[in-house]
């Protein structure tokens, strides 16, 4: 379209007048549309090519073909990677181009006993998994897009926690609104890297974070997931003792949990 968008700035001086900054950010906002949508169209693009490239990978059986069996594995593996990559742009794409928060109910305790359940599944009895309900309040959102924002943050945790790590996940309310922290063991990040680990494809050590499996897109998407929710994450943490990804919702959020009457 061809409306002007503004960014206005106040500078306020000592003296009580102020100046008014005015900026014309059209353009500027034009060419994040286009890198949105070719970012979309790319993902969208490349989706068919993968899923047949991956099914016939899927047909050859390695143990047939002994000479070629570790680059088959290797070949599947890095397929089933590019896949997951383009699935997780898509998601971004979607989550950048939704503009109302979903209203349903997040029912808390379900959700977090099968995020326990992942947990302990991606764990394979590696690590000690906690669960700590403080809080017994639901959330007002999309029960799908938290799902996999707090999975994301339990296996990071998991998968860079080294084994007989602890890991824990907890739920807590009150008057101020609710936060879901998911704390580990693992190394630890070195603050200067903080600021910016929820950009895509941003990582702290490159080599460790591509061998642990994932796509460098888990911190995005939860952090586009809470934008979508009002709510913010936070990120303490400290080396050689562990982090804590704590996922902060207000108030308004909240919804009291249902009785048991109200649920039969
Ligand atoms: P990835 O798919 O690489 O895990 P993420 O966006 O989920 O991508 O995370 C970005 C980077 O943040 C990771 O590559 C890793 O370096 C760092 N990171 C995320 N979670 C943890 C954690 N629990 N402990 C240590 N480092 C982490």
Redesign the pocket.
Known sequence: DDRIRLSLRRIPYADGRSLLVARDISQLQRLEQVRRDFVANVSHELRTPLTVVHGYLDMIEPESLPEYEPILRELRMQSRRMTQIVEDLLTLSRLEAQQSTPDERVVMPALLESLRREAAALSQGRHEIVLERLGDMDLQGSTKDLHSAFS?LVS??V???PDGGRIVLRWECDADGARLTVI?T????PSQHLPR??ERF????TS??RE?G???????IVKHVLQLHQARLDIR?EVGVG?R?ICVFGPERLLPARTLAEEA
């Open positions: 994301n990071n945790a998968r860079y926690t580990d693992g190394p630890g990040i680990l929820t941003y990582r702290v050590s460790r974070s642990s994932g796509t460098g897109l888990g911190l995005s943490s982090s990804f």
